[in-house]
C-alpha cells in the first residue's frame, strides 16, 4: 500500500495518550464502570406480577406505571369503536400487558383497558402517554369498574411536549380508562400516572434536562461549523450536521417539536403534509444524522486505507443513504422495515471497520471506541425498551440523549486533537521547507566553492603547459620554475580532494573502528608538546595551560581528534600576525572536557561566526590563506561524533577562540584507574622483593 495516511491517521506518528495500550484499556474499564454506575441509578426494576386486578391509587406514591396494571387488545381493522371493546365478545379478547411497554415494530390500532381506584385524599389526576410519534390518541374515562361503565368523566389536554390529560376522581372512587392508539411505527406505549404537584415536578426536572442537554447540543454544532469555517475542512461539517440531524431527531421522538412550534404551526402542518406523520419525520432526521455521520467515519477512519474490505459495505451505504431518505418522503409500505435494516448495516460497519482500522493501526479508531462505548452502553436500554427487554424508565427513554454527550465529548476531544496535531505538522513542514532550502542553498555554494578551488589551480596548470608547448620562456630557468608551480597546484587539487573524500568517509569509519579509552590530561599535554614546534615554525610564541582532572578518561580514536587540534592550531597560525602568542589550554569540568585554540589575530566578523563550519565556507575567498574551506567542516563533524561539541568566539580585531569539549567516560575512567592502582601496588611489591633479595645476596 502506497498511499499516503495523512489528515487524523497522522496522528500515528506521535506518541500519544490514547496510543498507550494500558491507559487506553484503563479508559475503556473506566467508561464500562461509568456507564454501569448510570445503568444502576437509573435502571427500572424488573416486573413484578401482582394478583390485583386494578390501580390503587394512594399519596405520596409519585409516579404509578400503567403498564404494570393495564390490558391490551390489537384492532386489526382498526375500526372498533368504545361500544365494540366494551361488548362481552371484544372484551374477553383483551391480554394482560404484565408490564411491557413495546408491541411490535409495525403499524398498528391497539385499545389500552386499566382500571383505577383512588384511595387518597387527591381528586386531580394526571395520565400521560410518553411517545409523541403517534397519529391519533384517543382516552376515554368511565366511572366504575369495565363491566357495567357506562358515564364518561371530563377530560382536558395538558400544554405540555407529550400528550398528558387531566381528569377528576374523587377519594373512594374508581373508574375504567379506555385509549385507542394508532401508530404507523414502532408500537412504543409507555404510560404513566401521577397526582398534579408529581406531574408538575416531573415536567420542571425534564425542561432542565431538556434545556441543559440542547443547549450543550448547539454549542457542539455551532463549534464544529466554526471549525469548518476556519480550518475547511469537510470531516467537522459532517460532524456539525450529524449533530444537529440527531438533535431534530430527538425533538420530534421528545414531542418538543410540536410543543416549539405549536399545534397550529405552518411549519409544523408543512412537516406532516411532506412526510405524513410524527414518526416520518423521526426516522427523516434520524437516518440523515447517520447518513452525515456514516460521511464522517469514512474520513476519520480512512477505510479505504485502513479496512479497505469494508469499502463496499461502506459504498453501499454511502449510496444508499441518499435514497432511504428520499423514501421517507414517498410513505412507502414497510418503510420502518428499510429504515431499521440500514441501521442495522451502520451499526455492523461502524463495529467491525473500527476494530478493524483500530487493528490496523489507526488511532482516531481508538477515539471512535472511547466515544462508541458510553454511546451504545446508554442507548442500550433504549434499544431493550424497544423489544420489550428492558422496562419503560427514564434511561430508557432518553438513553440516546445521554449517549449523544458523552459521544460529543469524546469526538470533541478527538478533533480538538488533530487540530492541533494539523498545526503542529504544518509548522514542522515548513520547518523542514526550510531546512531544504537551506541544504539546497548550502550544496549550490558548494559545488560552487568546489568547482572554484578546483577551477582556479587548474587555470594555472593549463596556461602553464599551453605556455611550454609554444616554446614561451619568461626568463631563464623559468621552465623548472613553471613544473614547480604546477605541481604545487597539483598537489593543492589533490589535497582538496583528499579532504573531500575524507570528510564523506568520516561517519563510516567512525563506526568501522572501535573508540579508544584514553587518560585525557596525558594524551593533551603529549599533543600540546607536539604542536609546539609548528607553532615555533610559524615564527610564533606558544603558551599552554592545563587543569584537568588526571582521572578523567575519553573515548575517542585519537588520529581524528589530533586531526581536529592540528586544524585549529595552523589556522591559528596562518591568521596571526608575526610574533604573537598561540594560546591552547585544557580544562575539564562537570563530566566533560574542554580544549580552546585562542589565537591573536583581526578576529571573525560576527556574521561569518555561524557559517564557518559549513562546507567550503570562506571568510573570504580572495584570501589566499583561507585555504578549501574544508579543514573546519572536518572538525565539526569529528566532533559530532563522538557526541560533543564545537564553536567559536570572536570580535574584530580581539583574535579568536575556538573551543570543542568531549564527554567524559566516567566507568572506563574507574575501570582504568583500578587498574592503575593494581599496577602499581604490585610494582611497589616487586621492588621490596628487589630490594629484600638484594640485601641477603649482601
Given at each position: 500500500?502506497?498511499r499516503s495516511?495523512?489528515?487524523?491517521a497522522?496522528?500515528?506518528?506521535?506518541?500519544?495518550?490514547?496510543?498507550?495500550?494500558?491507559?487506553?484499556i484503563?479508559?475503556?474499564?473506566?467508561?464500562?464502570?461509568?456507564?454501569s454506575?448510570?445503568?444502576?441509578?437509573?435502571?427500572p426494576?424488573?416486573?413484578a406480577?401482582?394478583?390485583a386486578?386494578?390501580?390503587?391509587?394512594?399519596?405520596?406514591?409519585?409516579?404509578?406505571?400503567?403498564?404494570?396494571?393495564?390490558?391490551?387488545l390489537?384492532?386489526?381493522?382498526?375500526?372498533?369503536?368504545l361500544?365494540?371493546?366494551?361488548?362481552?365478545?371484544?372484551?374477553?379478547q383483551?391480554?394482560?400487558?404484565?408490564?411491557?411497554?413495546?408491541?411490535g415494530?409495525?403499524?398498528?390500532?391497539?385499545?389500552?383497558?386499566?382500571?383505577?381506584?383512588?384511595?387518597?385524599?387527591?381528586?386531580?389526576?394526571v395520565?400521560?402517554?410518553?411517545?409523541?410519534?403517534?397519529?391519533?390518541?384517543d382516552?376515554?374515562?368511565?366511572?366504575g369498574?369495565?363491566?357495567n361503565?357506562?358515564?364518561?368523566?371530563?377530560i382536558?389536554?395538558a400544554?405540555?411536549?407529550?400528550?398528558s390529560?387531566?381528569?377528576q376522581?374523587?377519594?373512594?372512587d374508581?373508574?375504567?380508562?379506555?385509549?385507542r392508539?394508532?401508530i404507523?411505527?414502532?408500537?412504543?406505549?409507555?404510560?404513566?400516572?401521577m397526582?398534579?404537584?408529581?406531574?408538575?415536578?416531573?415536567?420542571?426536572n425534564?425542561?432542565?434536562?431538556?434545556?441543559?442537554?440542547?443547549?450543550?447540543?448547539l454549542?457542539?454544532?455551532?463549534?464544529?461549523?466554526s471549525?469548518?469555517?476556519?480550518?475547511?475542512?469537510?470531516?467537522?461539517?459532517?460532524y456539525?450536521?450529524?449533530i444537529?440531524?440527531?438533535?431534530?431527531s430527538?425533538?420530534v421522538?421528545?414531542?418538543?417539536?410540536?410543543?416549539?412550534?405549536?399545534?397550529?404551526?405552518r411549519l409544523?402542518?408543512?412537516?406532516?403534509?411532506l412526510?405524513?406523520?410524527y414518526?416520518?419525520?423521526?426516522y427523516f432526521?434520524?437516518?440523515?444524522?447517520?447518513?452525515?455521520?456514516l460521511l464522517?467515519l469514512g474520513?476519520?477512519?480512512q477505510i479505504?486505507?485502513?479496512?479497505?474490505?469494508?469499502?463496499?459495505?461502506?459504498?453501499?451505504?454511502?449510496?444508499?443513504?441518499?435514497?432511504?431518505?428520499?423514501?421517507s418522503?414517498?410513505?412507502?409500505?414497510?418503510?420502518?422495515?428499510?429504515?431499521i435494516?440500514?441501521e442495522s448495516?451502520?451499526a455492523?460497519?461502524?463495529v467491525?471497520?473500527?476494530?478493524w482500522?483500530?487493528?490496523?493501526?489507526?488511532?482516531?479508531?481508538?477515539?471512535v471506541?472511547?466515544?462508541a462505548?458510553?454511546?451504545?452502553g446508554?442507548?442500550?436500554?433504549?434499544?431493550?425498551n424497544?423489544y420489550?427487554l428492558?422496562?419503560?424508565?427514564?434511561?430508557?427513554?432518553?438513553?440516546?440523549?445521554?449517549?449523544?454527550?458523552?459521544?460529543f465529548?469524546?469526538?470533541?476531544?478527538?478533533?480538538?486533537?488533530?487540530?492541533?496535531?494539523?498545526r503542529v505538522?504544518?509548522?514542522?513542514a515548513?520547518?523542514?521547507?526550510?531546512?531544504s532550502?537551506?541544504?539546497?542553498?548550502?550544496r549550490?555554494?558548494?559545488?560552487?566553492?568546489?568547482?572554484?578551488?578546483?577551477r582556479?589551480?587548474l587555470?594555472?596548470v593549463?596556461?602553464?603547459?599551453?605556455a611550454?608547448?609554444?616554446?614561451i620562456?619568461?626568463?631563464?630557468?623559468?621552465?623548472?620554475?613553471?613544473?614547480r608551480?604546477?605541481?604545487g597546484?597539483?598537489?593543492?587539487?589533490?589535497?582538496?580532494?583528499?579532504?573531500?573524500?575524507e570528510l564523506?568517509?568520516?561517519?563510516h569509519d567512525?563506526?568501522?573502528?572501535?573508540?579508544?579509552?584514553?587518560p585525557?590530561?596525558?594524551?593533551i599535554?603529549?599533543?600540546?608538546?607536539?604542536?609546539?614546534?609548528?607553532?615555533?615554525l610559524a615564527?610564533?610564541?606558544h603558551?599552554?595551560?592545563?587543569?584537568?582532572?588526571?582521572?578523567?578518561?575519553?573515548?575517542?580514536?585519537?588520529h581524528?581528534?589530533?586531526?581536529?587540534?592540528?586544524?585549529?592550531v595552523?589556522?591559528?597560525?596562518?591568521?596571526?600576525?608575526?610574533?604573537?602568542?598561540?594560546?591552547?589550554?585544557?580544562s575539564?569540568?562537570?563530566g566533560?572536557?574542554?580544549v580552546?585554540?585562542?589565537?591573536?589575530?583581526?578576529?571573525?566578523?560576527?556574521e561569518?561566526?555561524?557559517?564557518?563550519?559549513?562546507?567550503?565556507?570562506?571568510?573570504?575567498p580572495?584570501?589566499?590563506?583561507?585555504?578549501?574551506g574544508?579543514g573546519?567542516?572536518?572538525?565539526?563533524?569529528i566532533?559530532?561524533?563522538?557526541?560533543?561539541?564545537?564553536?567559536?568566539?570572536?570580535e574584530?580585531?580581539?583574535?579568536?577562540?575556538?573551543?570543542?569539549k568531549?564527554?567524559?567516560?566516567?566507568s572506563?575512567a574507574?575501570g582504568i584507574?583500578?587498574?592503575?592502582?593494581?599496577?602499581?601496588?604490585?610494582?611497589a611489591?616487586i621492588?621490596?622483593?628487589?630490594?629484600?633479595?638484594?640485601?641477603s645476596?649482601?
Open positions: 500500500m502506497t495516511r495523512g489528515g487524523f497522522a496522528m500515528a506518528s506521535h506518541k500519544t495518550i490514547i496510543a498507550n495500550n494500558r491507559f487506553f484503563f479508559a475503556i474499564l473506566l467508561l464500562i464502570l461509568g456507564v454506575i448510570v445503568w444502576k441509578l437509573f435502571a426494576a424488573p416486573y406480577p401482582t394478583s386486578d386494578a390501580i390503587v391509587l394512594h399519596e405520596n406514591e409519585g409516579v404509578y406505571h400503567v403498564n404494570d396494571q393495564m390490558d391490551v390489537v384492532d386489526k381493522s382498526g375500526k372498533w369503536t361500544a365494540d371493546v366494551q361488548s362481552p365478545e371484544v372484551s374477553a383483551f391480554q394482560p400487558a404484565s408490564g411491557q411497554s413495546a408491541f415494530l409495525t403499524a398498528g390500532t391497539y385499545w389500552i383497558r386499566t382500571v383505577v381506584v383512588n384511595q387518597s385524599p387527591l381528586e386531580q389526576w395520565i400521560r402517554l410518553n411517545n409523541s410519534v403517534f397519529e391519533q390518541f382516552m376515554h374515562i368511565l366511572d369498574p369495565a363491566d361503565s357506562l358515564h364518561s368523566r371530563m382536558a389536554q400544554d405540555e411536549h407529550f400528550y390529560y387531566y381528569f376522581l374523587p377519594t373512594q374508581s373508574a375504567t380508562i379506555y385509549m392508539v394508532v404507523n411505527g414502532s408500537m412504543i406505549l409507555p404510560i404513566e400516572l397526582d398534579n404537584n408529581t406531574f408538575l415536578g416531573k415536567l420542571k425534564e425542561y432542565i434536562f431538556f434545556g441543559i442537554y440542547y443547549g450543550f447540543v454549542l457542539m454544532a455551532a463549534y464544529m461549523l471549525m469548518y469555517i476556519f480550518n475547511r475542512m469537510s470531516v467537522y461539517l459532517y456539525s450536521l450529524y444537529v440531524c440527531f438533535s431534530i430527538q425533538l421522538w421528545n414531542g418538543l417539536l410540536r410543543e416549539l412550534l405549536g399545534e397550529d404551526s409544523l402542518a408543512f412537516l406532516l403534509q412526510f405524513g406523520n414518526e416520518s419525520i423521526d432526521f434520524f437516518i440523515s444524522c447517520l447518513w452525515f455521520g464522517f474520513k476519520i477512519l479505504d486505507v485502513y479496512a479497505p474490505r469494508m469499502m463496499i459495505v461502506y459504498r453501499v451505504l454511502r449510496i444508499g443513504s441518499p435514497l432511504v431518505v428520499a423514501a418522503l414517498f410513505h412507502l409500505p414497510g418503510y420502518e422495515t428499510l429504515a435494516l440500514y448495516l451502520f455492523i460497519l461502524l467491525i471497520s473500527t476494530i482500522c483500530m487493528y490496523r493501526g489507526n488511532p482516531a479508531a481508538r477515539y471506541v472511547l466515544a462505548v458510553p454511546f451504545l446508554l442507548a442500550a436500554p433504549t434499544i431493550l424497544t420489550s428492558m422496562q419503560e424508565s427514564f434511561l430508557t427513554h432518553y438513553g440516546f440523549q445521554f449517549g449523544s454527550i458523552a459521544e465529548l469524546m469526538f470533541s476531544v478527538a478533533l480538538s486533537y488533530q487540530i492541533r496535531q494539523a505538522e504544518k509548522e514542522n515548513v520547518q523542514e521547507m526550510k531546512l532550502e537551506q541544504l539546497q542553498q548550502s549550490n555554494e558548494l559545488l560552487q566553492n568546489i568547482s572554484h578551488d578546483i582556479t589551480p587555470t594555472i593549463q596556461g602553464s603547459i599551453q611550454m608547448l609554444h616554446g620562456v619568461i626568463k631563464p630557468g623559468g621552465n623548472e620554475e613553471m613544473l608551480s604546477m605541481y597546484q597539483v598537489l593543492q587539487i589533490n589535497t582538496f580532494i583528499d579532504d573531500l573524500f564523506s568517509q568520516l561517519k567512525h563506526e568501522t573502528s572501535e573508540l579508544q579509552a584514553v585525557f590530561a596525558d594524551w599535554r603529549h599533543e600540546f608538546d607536539s604542536l609546539q614546534s609548528a607553532v615555533q615564527e610564533l610564541q603558551e599552554c595551560s592545563l587543569s584537568v582532572d588526571p582521572q578523567a578518561v575519553v573515548k575517542i580514536h585519537d581524528q581528534i589530533r586531526r581536529v587540534l592540528a586544524n585549529l595552523n589556522n591559528a597560525c596562518k591568521f596571526s600576525p608575526p610574533g604573537s602568542t598561540i594560546h591552547l589550554s585544557a575539564s569540568n562537570k566533560e572536557v574542554l580552546c585554540v585562542r589565537d591573536e589575530g583581526s578576529g571573525i566578523a560576527p561569518h561566526l555561524d557559517s564557518v563550519f559549513n562546507r567550503a565556507y570562506k571568510v573570504d580572495a584570501d589566499p590563506k583561507s585555504g578549501n574544508l573546519l567542516a572536518i572538525a565539526k563533524e566532533i559530532a561524533l563522538h557526541g560533543g561539541a564545537i564553536w567559536v568566539e570572536s574584530r580585531g580581539g583574535g579568536s577562540r575556538f573551543y570543542f568531549l564527554p567524559v567516560d566516567a572506563t574507574q584507574h583500578a587498574t592503575l592502582h593494581k599496577s602499581a601496588g604490585s610494582s611489591m621492588r621490596n622483593a628487589s630490594s629484600t633479595s638484594s640485601h645476596k649482601q
